[in-house]
């Protein structure tokens, strides 16, 4: 037998450091659609709890949206269930590229590449466009999707510090000598649900020749006064060299994402990037969900309006309450609590309470900067917050830490 | 030849130190989070340009990059 009790022995030791070191995932079994309320198995076997999920990237209340849904059941009854090929091959059905030009219109690019997730798009675009005489500057807090589509270019590559737009332009100074520069960042920032500030960036890059690349996965269909993504907050629609975004969150939620941007660049992936030369294609029941998404988007801006104002709300009540939150203006809430036991007793207190919200804690964030990372939807109804209020507020007291300054809530709970 | 450490601890803390983080000879940089890989990449960089010398890859590990002494010693092996 191949896998001796040697080779066992190693992984069994793996995962018992990871159980040691507090780092264990564990999965939740929901057995109800994606939605505000749902039905939660935890742990495994334990009986079925209803609860309120403030942790799920369903920005817009599409992931089972009946007009999605009904349009995913036609697509499969029109185009069948798999591709079975490639793209290049015999993967590419009328309404993908339909979907193509539907994303280049929505985002105000030139063109559009899908691709089977925006993992996929980080993790092929680089290589596809680069070569060792080029430089990748990011922003040291991107997606670890982007880290990794980094680690797969030969390009030379550098950080800037979060944001600060001065140490940006000192390296873009520094790397003049290189082919092309391309300035990297996230849209909004998954942990901290901050914003980058593509505007002073656009200006960094117009003055020292760079490409503007920016993953919108948190921001594309609601960020912005008609839900374009990060670009249309900034006013620098038509300015985005490169933009990638999933299909996964906002914008039905179940998966897919794309590369859109300069025509040139988008050709280069289809020729080059290797997530979509050597994948399948997007089946055709994402795609029809994701064009229904689309539309409704077109139709109003009910949906992006009212998660900010569901947002607003809860942001409001939480500070309101005592609570200390990551500044910001998106739907992602982080309620800081900077220990990590502490960022795992208040998740499963909280659930105790019927509210589904997870705990992060180094490495996934700094060291000394546990939370709970809340994220707000157009699902979410004024009960389904308020009672989410309620429960965070009765936890708070529990341990203290309404109204206690970083200070102090690390004095007593330590980092 | 201290001089060397306080070239890099300026460095270090010009490019990774904020309020929230203060950083001796001693901050484990790598192995803490306070500096990632891609980093520790501008930072040879600027190290092979500040004393003109060449530091092979494999001697460019994360252990060797961790604190602001360890990439001393290294940056002292290759001057000659």
């Not at chain 1, 190693?10 to 564990?26: P, S, V, W």
């Not at chain 2, 300026?10 to 490019?15: L, Q, S």
Request: charged residues 25%.
């Amino acid at each position: 037998m191949s896998y001796s009790e040697h080779t066992r022995g190693i992984y069994q030791q793996q995962l018992n450091d990871i159980h040691e070191a507090g780092l264990f995932k564990q999965e939740r079994f929901i057995h109800s659609p994606q939605a505000a309320d749902i039905e939660v198995e935890f742990p495994s076997g334990a009986d079925l709890k209803k609860v309120i999920n403030v942790c799920a990237n369903n920005y817009l209340g599409l992931s089972s949206h009946p007009e999605v849904v009904k349009a995913a059941h036609e697509g499969l009854d029109t185009r069948g269930y798999g591709m079975s090929s490639v793209r290049f091959i015999c993967g590419t059905q009328d309404i993908h590229r339909e979907l193509e030009k539907v994303v280049t219109d929505f985002l105000g690019t030139e063109d559009t590449i899908l691709f089977p997730s925006c993992m996929d798009a980080n993790a092929g675009v680089f290589e596809a466009i680069l070569n060792k005489d080029d430089i990748m500057i990011s922003d040291r807090l991107v997606h670890a999707s982007i880290v990794d589509g980094m680690r797969l270019c030969n390009a030379e590559h550098d950080t800037y510090k979060h944001g600060d737009m001065e140490h940006l332009e000192k390296k873009l100074q520094q790397f003049q000598d290189k082919r092309l520069r391309v300035i990297i960042n996230d849209g909004v920032y998954s942990m901290d649900g901050d914003t980058a500030k593509l505007d002073e960036v656009v200006r960094l890059a117009e003055a020292y020749d760079a490409l503007v690349f920016v993953d919108d996965s948190h921001a594309s269909g609601f960020i912005g006064k008609t839900g374009l993504g990060t670009h249309e907050k900034c006013g620098v629609v038509g300015k985005m060299d490169i933009i990638t975004t999933t299909f996964g969150k906002a914008l039905g939620g179940a998966s897919g994402g794309c590369v859109s941007g300069r025509k040139e660049i988008v050709e280069m992936c289809r020729q080059r990037a290797r997530p979509y030369l050597f994948s399948n294609a997007m089946a055709p029941v994402i795609i029809s969900g994701v064009l229904k998404a689309f539309e409704i988007l077109k139709r109003s801006t009910e949906l992006r309006d009212k998660l900010e104002e569901n947002a607003h709300y809860w942001r409001r009540g939480l500070t309101e309450a005592g609570f200390i939150l990551k500044k910001g203006d998106t739907p992602i809430v982080p309620v800081m609590l900077f220990n990590a036991k502490l960022s795992q007793d208040f998740s499963r207190d909280l659930y105790g309470e019927g509210i589904y919200a997870i705990g992060f804690f180094f490495p996934v964030v700094a060291k000394g900067q546990a939370r709970i990372r809340t994220q707000l939807s157009a699902g979410h109804e004024k009960h389904h917050l308020d009672k989410a209020l309620e429960a965070f507020i009765k936890i708070g007291k529990k341990y203290q830490i309404l109204g206690k300054s970083e200070e102090e809530i690390i004095a007593m709970y330590g980092l | 030849m201290d001089d060397v450490k306080d070239v890099i601890l300026k460095y270090v803390i010009e490019e990774y130190g904020d309020e929230d983080h203060v950083i001796t000879n001693e901050t484990p940089l790598i192995s803490g989070g306070l500096v990632d890989s891609f980093s520790m990449v501008s930072l040879k960089r600027f190290l092979e340009v500040k004393y003109k010398i060449s530091i092979p890859d494999e001697d460019a590990s994360p252990e060797a990059f961790d604190s602001v002494n360890k990439i001393a010693d290294l940056v002292k092996r290759f001057i000659s």
